[in-house]
């Protein structure tokens, strides 16, 4: 998980104790499909997204974390949801503690190609919206899934 110079600040004062860190998720949908990375660090299916960066605009960072996880360029059409809460607080492999609050938008494919960034996203493929209890989905994406009813 790259961190931002923001982020790194913080971490170099208080290692790697719990933050509140603003994020931003995508459910790129088409077709009764909704597209779907591979995560590296959690080895599990969910939807692009990420951190957002000081003074970012959520929609900004939204379509920035699309195009970098995908290759793909977004269209953002509207706010879906936001979540927080215990369920969405991750410790990562090197021990970092992070308590996320998302924005989640609903957003369409409007360019590029895709094409995993190789770092922290392994695969980006479309799933089938009414299949998604068969894949092995991240915990942040199942707590999505589940409230807005697709799970």
Request: avoid cysteine; hydrophobic fraction near 45%; glycine fraction near 8%.
């Amino acid at each position: 998980m790259p961190s931002s110079p923001y982020i790194q600040r913080l971490r170099d004062v208080i290692g790697t104790a719990l933050i509140f860190v603003p994020a931003v998720s995508v459910i790129a949908v088409d077709d009764g499909r909704v597209l779907l990375v591979y995560e590296v660090e959690q080895e599990a299916w969910s939807t692009p997204g990420g951190q957002m960066e000081v003074d970012e605009r959520p929609e900004d960072a939204a379509r920035r974390e699309v195009l970098e996880e995908t290759g793909l360029e977004v269209a953002i059409d509207e706010i879906v949801t936001a979540l927080g809460g215990p369920e969405f607080r991750v410790r990562y492999r090197n021990g970092d503690e992070i308590a996320y609050v998302t924005i989640v938008y609903r957003g369409r494919v409007v360019g590029g190609a895709p094409r995993p960034d190789g770092d922290e996203v392994t695969a980006v493929e479309w799933f089938p919206i009414d299949s998604l209890r068969d894949v092995a989905l991240n915990p942040f994406a199942i707590e999505l899934f589940r409230s807005i009813g697709w799970l």
